[in-house]
């Protein structure tokens, strides 16, 4: 009881319903939110364009739809456990987390310049980077 009370003192753990814009500047001026934002801005550009054409692009390999449709798949299975298992690093890990950052936007980046840059009849290193 006696910690409950002095939690409601100091209003620390008590959620309100007021809208207060001394926060949303707080937020706006925090260098900490910007470095989030264009680090998820650097992680998106690369990846996204590459999992939204990701069957465009295998086709213009030259696979047939059976073959891109199956070479489709391991590049959303491995988005999907690389997110799942950076984001439980993140949660359960303090002293690395910039490091996992760094790599979560330069592996992306890595293959996006390995798919630009590659010769097209190289099926294989075209496939690495996508």
Same mark, same amino acid.
């Given at each position: 009881?006696?910690?409950?009370?002095?939690?409601?003192?100091?209003?620390?753990?008590?959620?309100?319903?007021?809208?207060?814009?001394?926060?949303?500047?707080?937020?706006?001026?925090?260098?900490?939110?910007?470095?989030?934002?264009?680090?998820?801005?650097?992680?998106?550009?690369?990846?996204?364009? %590459? &999992?939204?054409?990701? @069957?465009? =692009?295998?086709?213009? #390999?030259?696979?047939?739809? $059976?073959?891109? /449709? *199956?070479?489709?798949?391991?590049?959303?299975?491995?988005?999907?456990?690389?997110?799942?298992?950076?984001?439980?690093?993140?949660?359960?890990?303090?002293?690395?987390? %910039? &490091?996992?950052?760094? @790599?979560? =936007?330069?592996?992306? #980046?890595?293959?996006?310049? $390995?798919?630009? /840059? *590659?010769?097209?009849?190289?099926?294989?290193?075209?496939?690495?980077?996508?």
């Amino acid at each position: 009881m006696i910690l409950i009370q002095r939690k409601a003192s100091d209003n620390t753990g008590v959620e309100t319903k007021v809208f207060k814009k001394e926060q949303i500047l707080e937020a706006l001026y925090d260098p900490k939110t910007w470095l989030l934002f264009f680090a998820i801005v650097a992680l998106q550009v690369p990846n996204g364009g %590459l &999992t939204t054409f990701n @069957t465009l =692009i295998i086709s213009g #390999l030259g696979f047939k739809p $059976l073959e891109t /449709s *199956l070479l489709a798949m391991p590049p959303g299975a491995m988005s999907t456990i690389s997110g799942i298992t950076l984001s439980f690093l993140a949660a359960t890990t303090r002293k690395y987390r %910039l &490091t996992m950052v760094v @790599t979560a =936007i330069l592996l992306p #980046l890595l293959g996006a310049v $390995l798919c630009y /840059s *590659l010769d097209r009849s190289n099926l294989a290193g075209q496939l690495i980077g996508l």
